[in-house]
């Protein structure tokens, strides 16, 4: 019986496991492989005891449930691998090792899904002999090549729900309130958020803004009978000729910085020009835990099903993708070529500014 394993790399998303349920599912009923699940994320693949058959009686009733049965680790680079002694850190190369720890196992292949981190490492990994394939995961919708990523619709409609409630709540007192949403150097959770949610002024990382402009769009409202607005802002929105606001470098062996306090200084700065109360409120991981929607769990299913029809195939180095209702294959060497922007002059931007969001330009 051919095996396949599979883990789950980066920070979590809705969805992972409607991913890893179709995969066994699917491998199991449609080719009859067996299918070995990898725990935390590439430490599974470096760790001893790590590993766990995932038949399809495994996977039951986890559909629903967010988060990964596996585990995931964004602190796991097996090219930049840290290992901890005492107080003393080693930072090591174990690729090597990975890639006889999977000859070990046996594994005819490994799904990898991931985010771009993970699926960059999935790419060198492949590019030295390493049998892989990867299925995009990640609530920023940031990955070239797939015009969605399980885990967005889902974060969306929980910001969107987060909206809602505090258009009742600004309403009542009169207040400005700037909602910071996350979604790293890409604004489609704010735009989406934003659009959904009925925001007044929407800030993303693509458009630098102006603050001026921005009071300007506030105060308008408020000269024009609005008792209440709401401000959308994404993580990685700056304003022109500023710099993101960061919370902290990698902490402990993660690979990207992390964002985070942009809305408190946009409301600082919106409180200095308006004569309104100012709140903020910071969404944070809400928007990446809980249940996925019916079209991430749809989504994800359809993703596991490809993934392991790719690996039947033998189209190894390949991710699965979204393009317009079909599920298609792209490699892994087009994915990591960059991220995907909200483009700026087309598209949902500029339906939100003929419907007078503004984006503080
Ligand atoms: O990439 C997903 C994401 O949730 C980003 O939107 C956010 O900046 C980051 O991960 C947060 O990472 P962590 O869970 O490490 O704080």
């Given at each position: 019986?051919?095996?396949?394993?599979?883990?789950?790399?980066?920070?979590?998303?809705?969805g992972l496991?409607?991913?890893?349920?179709?995969?066994?599912?699917?491998?199991?009923l449609?080719y009859?492989?067996e299918?070995i699940?990898?725990?935390?994320?590439?430490?599974?693949?470096?760790?001893?005891?790590?590993?766990?058959v995932?038949?399809?009686?495994?996977?039951?009733?986890i559909?629903?449930?967010?988060?990964?049965?596996l585990?995931?680790?964004?602190?796991?680079n097996?090219?930049?691998?840290?290992?901890?002694n005492?107080?003393?850190?080693?930072?090591?190369?174990v690729?090597k090792?990975?890639?006889?720890?999977?000859?070990?196992l046996?594994?005819?292949?490994?799904?990898?899904?991931?985010?771009?981190?993970?699926?960059?490492?999935?790419?060198?990994?492949?590019?030295m002999g390493?049998?892989?394939?990867?299925?995009p995961?990640?609530?920023?919708?940031?990955?070239?090549?797939?015009d969605?990523?399980?885990?967005?619709?889902?974060?969306?409609?929980?910001?969107?729900?987060?909206?809602?409630?505090l258009?009742?709540?600004?309403?009542s007192?009169?207040?400005?309130?700037?909602?910071?949403?996350?979604?790293?150097?890409v604004?489609?959770?704010?735009?989406?958020?934003?659009?959904?949610?009925?925001?007044d002024?929407?800030?993303?990382?693509?458009?630098?803004?102006?603050?001026?402009?921005?009071?300007?769009?506030?105060?308008?409202?408020?000269?024009?009978?609005s008792?209440?607005?709401?401000?959308?802002?994404?993580?990685?929105?700056?304003?022109?000729?500023g710099?993101?606001?960061?919370?902290?470098?990698a902490?402990?062996?993660?690979?990207?910085?992390?964002?985070?306090?942009?809305?408190?200084?946009v409301?600082?700065?919106?409180?200095?020009?308006?004569?309104?109360?100012?709140?903020?409120?910071?969404?944070?991981?809400?928007?990446r835990?809980?249940?996925?929607?019916?079209?991430?769990?749809?989504?994800s299913?359809?993703?596991?099903?490809?993934?392991?029809?790719?690996i039947?195939?033998k189209?190894?180095?390949?991710?699965?993708c979204?393009k317009?209702?079909?599920?298609?294959?792209?490699?892994?060497?087009e994915?990591i070529?960059?991220?995907k922007?909200?483009?700026?002059?087309?598209?949902?931007v500029?339906?939100a500014?003929?419907?007078?969001?503004?984006?503080?330009?």
């Amino acid at each position: 019986m051919k095996k396949i394993g599979i883990l789950t790399g980066g920070g979590d998303c809705p969805g992972l496991n409607a991913v890893i349920r179709a995969v066994a599912k699917s491998a199991s009923l449609k080719y009859n492989y067996e299918v070995i699940g990898i725990e935390d994320g590439f430490d599974g693949l470096v760790l001893p005891n790590k590993t766990r058959v995932l038949t399809p009686r495994e996977v039951r009733g986890i559909l629903p449930i967010g988060g990964t049965i596996l585990g995931t680790s964004n602190r796991a680079n097996p090219f930049e691998y840290r290992i901890t002694n005492n107080i003393k850190v080693e930072v090591r190369d174990v690729s090597k090792e990975i890639i006889k720890n999977i000859e070990f196992l046996g594994l005819a292949a490994l799904v990898v899904i991931g985010g771009d981190g993970s699926l960059k490492i999935a790419y060198e990994l492949f590019k030295m002999g390493c049998p892989i394939v990867g299925v995009p995961k990640t609530i920023d919708n940031d990955i070239l090549a797939t015009d969605v990523t399980f885990g967005f619709n889902t974060a969306v409609q929980t910001a969107t729900d987060a909206l809602d409630r505090l258009h009742t709540t600004a309403e009542s007192h009169h207040r400005i309130m700037v909602v910071e949403v996350m979604g790293r150097y890409v604004g489609w959770i704010a735009l989406e958020t934003g659009v959904g949610g009925g925001a007044d002024v929407i800030l993303i990382p693509e458009i630098p803004f102006d603050i001026v402009k921005v009071c300007k769009k506030i105060n308008d409202r408020k000269k024009s009978g609005s008792k209440s607005s709401i401000v959308v802002v994404s993580e990685g929105a700056k304003p022109i000729g500023g710099e993101l606001s960061v919370m902290g470098s990698a902490e402990k062996g993660g690979s990207a910085e992390r964002l985070g306090g942009i809305a408190n200084k946009v409301g600082a700065e919106i409180a200095k020009c308006t004569e309104m109360e100012v709140r903020v409120t910071v969404l944070g991981h809400l928007q990446r835990g809980g249940t996925p929607n019916a079209f991430d769990r749809i989504l994800s299913t359809r993703f596991g099903v490809a993934v392991v029809d790719l690996i039947a195939n033998k189209q190894l180095g390949e991710m699965v993708c979204l393009k317009g209702q079909k599920i298609e294959s792209v490699s892994l060497s087009e994915v990591i070529k960059g991220q995907k922007k909200v483009p700026t002059e087309e598209g949902l931007v500029k339906a939100a500014e003929s419907i007078g969001i503004n984006f503080g330009r």
